[in-house]
């Protein structure tokens, strides 16, 4: 018989039940829950939960325009963001996060399938101005079309 961990404290949250573990091997055991990060799996509860998903802008909206306060198509119709930050650029090495594991288009599809229309990539001041070359290869391991190439 298995040893069941007992519950410190439970909330709901829009009717999914959140758990603590009084038991830091069961925090630990739901932090590696298939190897994913924890963060990675409350991304996907919470994108489950909230319909965040804005329509993707196509090829033939473009340009977009600002039209007072409002991001426009072509067309005049206003355009919607829902935007996520990709970190990593901001580092001392220049590279967004993930690199080194996935590929580029692997990770922007992931992004847009979780419903995002919008990247913003955060870098340092230190990178706008003297735009490297990435020179440590493991960082872009899993995307060899970008090693050697600078990092904006």
Do not use: Y
Not at 25 to 34: D, G, I, V
């Amino acid at each position: 018989q298995a040893n069941l961990a007992k519950a410190s404290s439970c909330s709901t949250i829009r009717g999914r039940t959140i758990t603590r573990f009084e038991d830091s091997t069961a925090n630990e055991a739901l932090k590696s829950w298939m190897g994913l990060p924890l963060r990675w799996l409350l991304w996907a509860a919470f994108l489950d939960v909230a319909d965040t998903r804005a329509p993707l802008v196509t090829p033939d909206q473009l340009p977009l325009v600002t039209s007072s306060r409002w991001i426009v198509d072509k067309h005049g119709h206003r355009v919607k963001w829902s935007c996520v930050n990709w970190a990593g650029a901001d580092q001392k090495d220049g590279v967004p996060g993930g690199l080194q594991h996935n590929d580029a288009g692997a990770i922007a599809h992931l992004i847009a399938q979780w419903g995002f229309n919008c990247v913003r990539i955060p870098w340092s001041v230190w990178l706008a101005r003297t735009n490297p070359v990435v020179s440590d290869n493991a960082l872009l391991a899993a995307n060899p079309a970008l090693i050697g190439r600078k990092a904006l």
